[in-house]
């Protein structure tokens, strides 16, 4: 793994929700792509069956945080969010779901990133999210 990948890692083993949902890198060396497994508790349409709204979110803005973390030297402090959109634009069915986190821009305090959930198909995404979040090197 490389450096990044190593503090993107670090990250998420700091957020105790990426724990609770699994979330894990997706075998990128550059920290960037991430992967939420399927597991039963995340349904939360079980007519679809789909995942959960809210679990979708979590997992797009910890991928982001995450991210930013593999790419600035914060030490021991992680991005918070300051604005976040997120456009679901279909079901999230029952599987494994993927995100590619984008840093769009990068400033001294401030950075922008973009982040696509997809599942099988990764040109297909089933979730957007557009983040601006304050960085804060601790």
Not at 37 to 46: A, T
Not at 61 to 74: K, M, T, V
Not at 106 to 134: C, D, K, M, S, Y
């Amino acid at each position: 793994m490389s450096n990044r990948a190593d503090r993107a890692e670090a990250a998420l083993k700091r957020i105790p929700y990426a724990g609770f949902l699994g979330m894990a890198l997706a075998g990128d060396a550059d920290g960037r792509r991430f992967v939420l497994p399927f597991k039963q508790s995340l349904i939360g349409n079980v007519w679809i069956p789909a995942l959960h709204g809210g679990a979708i979110g979590a997992f797009l803005e910890i991928a982001a945080r995450a991210c930013l973390a593999s790419e600035a030297e914060l030490g021991s402090r992680l991005p918070a969010p300051i604005g976040v959109t997120v456009e679901y634009l279909r079901p999230a069915r029952a599987v494994d779901t993927y995100a590619d986190a984008t840093i769009k821009r990068l400033g001294r305090r401030i950075a922008n990133v973009h982040v696509e959930a997809w599942q099988e198909e990764p040109g297909t995404p089933v979730t957007l999210l557009q983040g601006r979040f304050l960085l804060t090197p601790g």
